[in-house]
């Protein structure tokens, strides 16, 4: 997923082939060949310039650029050697009009020379002598295209009230004048030209003068366009509004500009699917941009069918400032389903898939405090590893609650400050664990210490599958002796296949004091006994508190090798995993 790339200019470097560097010698130097009376001019040395000419030196000679003895009076800016050179060119009208208006190699004229140069007086010469004021260069530049370039204010009025076409486009990306004075910020030449030209002059890429001044954060140009009445919420040809592309490149200014005067904030900007410029800022980190486009943005893009929400594209960044501020704001940490726009379900879910072979993200950490919902997948990437840092940062966040108080309902209630588990959630947790059990000498300790109910494991497949150190820690939770005929009959055919080995004291009664502390489970409950101080407010000797609350049981050690991958491993388990609904 990207945000739209924007290529104004269009501009490329070619690289030279191998051949041609193995050719070139780029060591030899090769000697001037400009005449005499050239050198002269370029030198600005009228007496020299017109000794020689009196000396029939010709000014008509061209160099190995194409360059004659008036074109290096012009680039110089040398008036007089201007005026001495026109005054040999010809006796003729005709014969000087010529001159004036010969180009270099490069379809340069005196006059695009001089107005490259910002010499006014040269420029204002020429014109007299008939100088092509529109000739065009190889490149399609032309005198007023490469004034405004250079930023000489006093050569563009001059070119401009003698006529010169002001909306012919340039350059390969097909950019006016205005494009150019835009771009470079030369805000005076813009006043001058908003009087002239069209405002709403379009390039290859359907890019008004006013998106240019969005773009490049050129405030005072877009203060002066918009002014003028150029249109705020024109659309290039991928739908990128000025609004869109000052947002991403993070033009503050700019950005409360264009809002102030009428900007929509919520066209859509892209054919691929409903970009805002809130996505941009998002996407990008300009977090005051962000927070003035929060408050302006419909909501609609938040939840709504259809669209995308921003956090989708702040994770995709890596922004976590973006999300932290999108969820303060009242984003849903849950967006919408973008699985047919985007490919993704929802944002933790790419957050995770982005980071599932490193640490995980500040994003990940956002978005499950502020209570994003957990499907099957999500706790994949917390139960299918021998890591335990992302099961850790849920049960921070989470509560586990009572299987008795599990319901249909779809809002998130809180619990001693923290979100409970859905009914939805519960059954993704227990179906992909059972799914896991390999793993279960890692998430097992935390689940029964952060509450979670241990007859829900009891389970055949957790049988059949646990190793013999974790089914003996699962064990220790429960009364052994009750346990289901199924169950047991699993128990004896693992010990008699060597499988299992039990603690000793299984085979005996179970003792009072286990079946107490089993009593004043189901009496608080597993997730009050197990993540509250309850049980240091009851009447009951402090040695006693950390039997009652099974701490004096030994966790069983992970003993399988590390395997592959990360995502090679969820990859795994989305082929092979089976639905075992417990709940």
């Known amino acids: 997923m990207s945000s739209c790339p924007l290529v104004l200019s269009g501009r490329h470097t070619m690289a030279l082939t191998p051949f041609l560097k193995q050719d070139m010698d780029f060591t030899e130097c090769y000697g001037d060949s400009v005449s005499s009376v050239a050198a002269a001019a370029r030198c600005g040395c009228r007496q020299r310039v017109r000794r020689l000419i009196k000396r029939g030196f010709s000014v008509d000679c061209r160099d190995n650029r194409g360059w004659r003895a008036l074109h290096e009076a012009a680039a110089a800016g040398s008036e007089d050697c201007v005026r001495e050179i026109l005054s040999a060119a010809g006796g003729s009208s005709s014969g000087c009009r010529a001159y004036v208006n010969s180009l270099t190699h490069e379809g340069e004229s005196a006059c695009y020379l001089a107005a490259r140069h910002g010499h006014l007086a040269v420029v204002r010469l020429l014109l007299k002598a008939h100088a092509n004021i529109n000739q065009l260069t190889n490149d399609l530049s032309c005198p007023l295209y490469a004034a405004v370039d250079g930023g000489y204010k006093e050569v563009v009025e001059l070119l401009v009230s003698k006529g010169a076409e002001v909306n012919r486009t340039h350059t390969a990306s097909c950019w006016t004048c205005l494009h150019q004075a835009v771009y470079k910020g030369h805000s005076e030449i813009v006043r001058i030209l908003v009087n002239v030209c069209n405002l709403e002059a379009l390039d290859d890429h359907k890019i008004s003068p006013l998106f240019v001044a969005a773009q490049y954060g050129q405030q005072e140009c877009l203060e002066i366009l918009v002014n003028a009445g150029a249109n705020v919420s024109t659309q290039a040809a991928d739908l990128a509004t000025p609004l869109l592309i000052a947002s991403q490149e993070g033009h503050q200014a700019c950005v409360d500009f264009l809002l102030d005067h009428g900007a929509d904030p919520n066209i859509a900007c892209s054919h691929d699917w409903p970009q805002l410029p809130i996505h941009a800022a998002a996407e990008f980190g300009h977090i005051g941009v962000l927070r003035r486009l929060i408050a302006v943005t419909d909501r609609v893009c938040d939840r709504g069918d259809g669209m995308v929400s921003p956090l989708y594209v702040a994770v995709h960044r890596h922004q976590s400032k973006s999300v932290e501020v999108l969820l303060r704001e009242g984003y849903s940490p849950?967006?919408?389903?973008?699985?047919?726009?985007?490919?993704?379900?929802?944002?933790?879910?790419?957050?995770?898939?982005?980071?599932?072979?490193?640490?995980?993200?500040?994003?990940?950490r956002l978005l499950i405090a502020a209570g994003a919902s957990l499907n099957e997948e999500d706790w994949i990437y917390a139960l299918a590893t021998d890591k335990t840092d992302l099961l850790q940062l849920i049960l921070e966040h989470r509560w586990i609650p009572r299987p008795e108080t599990l319901t249909r309902n779809c809002s998130v209630p809180h619990h001693h400050g923290k979100t409970v588990l859905k009914l939805q959630e519960m059954r993704g947790l227990l179906c992909v664990a059972l799914n896991q059990v390999h793993f279960a000498a890692c998430w097992l300790p935390l689940l029964l210490k952060a509450g979670l109910e241990p007859s829900l494991l009891l389970q055949p497949h957790m049988f059949e599958q646990a190793d013999s150190e974790v089914l003996n820690y699962l064990l220790e939770f429960v009364n052994w002796s009750t346990l289901s005929l199924p169950l047991k009959h699993i128990l004896d055919r693992r010990r008699a296949e060597k499988t299992w080995e039990p603690c000793p004291y299984f085979e005996s009664i179970t003792c009072l004091s286990h079946i107490c502390r089993l009593r004043v489970r189901s009496v608080l409950g597993p997730d009050v006994l197990m993540r509250t101080n309850v049980i240091q407010q009851l009447p009951v000797p402090s040695p006693l508190h950390g039997f009652l609350q099974f701490r004096n049981i030994p966790e069983a050690s992970y003993k399988h090798s590390p395997p592959s991958a990360l995502s090679d491993r969820i990859q795994e388990h989305s082929s092979t995993h089976q639905h075992r609904h417990v709940l």
Do not use: W
């Open 334 to 364: 849950d967006a919408q389903d973008c699985t047919h726009i985007l490919g993704l379900c929802s944002p933790l879910s790419f957050a995770l898939c982005s980071t599932s072979n490193k640490p995980y993200s500040e994003s990940v």
